[in-house]
């Protein structure tokens, strides 16, 4: 794959991936919107909860949805349609197995739902609705392996307008469905039928795109089912310190707070995970590309594309995260009342949370590329024990936002300074300290930035969408200016201005 094609490939999963998650935002509000003022914060809760409940249940992939990725970019590097074809159906096998063993280990989890939930007063038919959410992940597995290959070969662009459709008609039903019926159960169910659509388009799209996975049935050999193993053997390990490290805030929320509390902490979430997709967006695309560069190219040229994506990393961490530490409590405020907002305490928490998870994106983003998590294994379990253990004592302690600190210290502790210490010996050949310092001087920006527009929030009241809009202006326009003014000088910022217009340039020859 040469340099250019990486670099289009890249802006065109940028391109549709950001159209669909600006559609999908704007009418996951409407639709929460209309969720809360039909069912309540209490049905709220139950989503939250058994979405986590399900993230725990992942783990019965064993990590193969990360080994499967990176076993497809030589294939796909090198158009070896018999290695992709083999690879295909080894996986395919693998994740019908899956998917029967999540529904069993789910089926059985069902008796203990009531040690989860704590509501002042029952919800009825919560075993069922439990059950409609198991359908819907257990589905989801058995395209899985289809999806990697299009992600693999950086194909997104081509599946995002049409999964977009599905999100828009199954929002648009739901929201139908609520207003005029008030009933959970045809809301689950239109859930499941949209995910099945669109697991059958990305289905059909691999197919189109390489029929040679239809054609014949190619058996993987030994030596690569072995190598596979072990690496999935690594990514477990990733994958369950991921569900503790992330998958069970909610449901020690549920436990020790209240299951409510997880109803009022997902608005939070949701738009946490808004921002999070939209950086993911980014930051997945070019992921494939970084595999291609690992391939093909030398210590230099990795480290330079590594440190023209940290340069991206910081500036879309410090402004997400000075621009929403100054809106989130006022945006929750006038959209749904003041019932709904969060302490400052626990908004803080959320956002060191959120910080430390994107400071480090690039690493992560190297860490699927290069195969890095067989080496940090179990940094990732001993941040996802401390989390656990903290969570416990300090979700006593302090409540929500104890649960939410915990999280953040555990990060910090671990893998936070671990990961970047053994990609930059083992790749770049160069040291460390450059990244180290250069996350602390980003952070003294956040700091600096949030304190004064908090401090000068606090002589204006916020209580309709028109003084927040002003505000959301205001706030805007001082942090992009202030990330813009510490940015705009340094040379990795310069190399991807040229990098920028370099492919607008390709865009409009094309054209």
């Known amino acids: 794959m040469k340099s250019e094609s990486r670099k289009l490939n890249s802006i065109r999963n940028i391109i549709f991936g950001y159209g669909n998650q600006i559609l999908t935002l704007f009418l996951s509000f409407i639709g929460r919107t209309v969720f809360i003022k039909v069912l309540g914060e209490d049905y709220l809760g139950i989503n939250g909860l058994f979405s986590d ?28 349609e018999k290695r992709i ?43 069922i609705y439990y059950l409609f959410f198991l359908a819907n992940t257990v589905i989801s597995y ?25 999100n828009v008609v199954k929002t648009v039903v739901q929201i139908v469905v609520l207003l005029m019926f008030h009933n959970y159960f045809a809301y689950l169910f239109i859930n499941i039928a949209a995910t099945l659509a669109n697991n059958l388009i990305a289905s059909h799209k691999a197919d189109q795109l390489y029929p040679e996975i239809r054609a014949g049935h190619e058996e ?58 939209f950086i993911n967006t980014l930051f997945s695309s070019v992921t494939a590309s970084i595999g291609n560069v690992i391939v093909t190219e030398k210590p230099e ?56 998870g994107n400071v480090v994106r690039p690493i992560w983003s190297y860490r699927e590329a290069t195969g890095l998590y067989m080496q940090t294994k179990y940094i990732m379990l001993i941040a996802a024990v401390v989390n656990l253990v903290l969570s416990i004592v300090l979700g006593n302690l302090f409540g929500l936002s104890g649960i939410l600190f915990a999280s953040a210290i555990a990060r910090l502790s671990t893998y936070f300074w671990y990961e970047p210490k053994l990609l930059f010996k083992n790749y ?54 202030g990330v813009v003014c510490a940015y705009i000088r340094t040379k990795e910022c310069k190399m ?14 094309d054209k």
């Open 85 to 127: 074809a083999a690879l295909i159906h080894f996986y395919k096998k693998i994740y019908n197995f899956i998917a029967v063993v999540v529904a069993v280990v789910g089926v059985m989890l069902v008796p203990f739902l009531k040690y989860l939930v704590n509501l002042d007063q029952g919800i009825p038919y919560l075993k």
């Open 301 to 356: 040229k990795r480290f330079e594309v590594f440190k023209i994506m940290q340069t991206i990393s910081l500036i879309t961490a410090s402004s997400t995260v000075v621009i929403m530490y100054s809106l989130m409590n006022d945006f929750i405020f006038v959209w749904l009342g003041e019932k709904f907002v969060l302490s400052n305490e626990v908004l803080i928490a959320i956002m060191c949370n959120f910080y430390l």
């Open 220 to 277: 993987l050999d030994v030596e690569s089912k072995k190598s596979i193993f072990e690496n999935m053997k690594s990514i477990f390990l990733y994958k369950v310190s991921g569900v503790l490290l992330n998958g069970t805030d909610n449901t020690l929320i549920s436990i020790i707070v209240g299951t409510v509390w997880v109803g009022i902490y997902s608005n939070y979430n949701m738009i946490i995970s808004a921002v999070n997709n």
């Open 142 to 166: 058995l395209f899985v392996y289809k999806t990697s290959i299009i992600n693999a070969s950086q194909k997104n662009y081509l599946i995002s307008q049409y999964q977009a459709i599905v």
């Open 53 to 80: 409940v399900l993230m725990m249940l992942s783990m019965a992939d064993l990590g193969f949805g990360t080994a499967m990725v990176y076993s497809f970019y030589k294939p796909v590097a090198e158009h070896d």
């Open 496 to 509: 991807l201005l040229q990098i920028v217009r370099g492919i607008l340039k390709k865009v409009k020859g």
């Open 428 to 481: 770049f050949e160069e040291n460390v300290r450059g990244f180290y310092f250069s996350i602390v001087k980003n952070l003294l920006l956040v700091v600096v930035l949030s304190i004064v527009i908090f401090w000068t929030g606090q002589f204006f009241e916020i209580d309709t969408w028109g003084k927040f809009i002003l505000k959301a202006i205001i706030v805007g326009i001082v942090t992009v200016a």
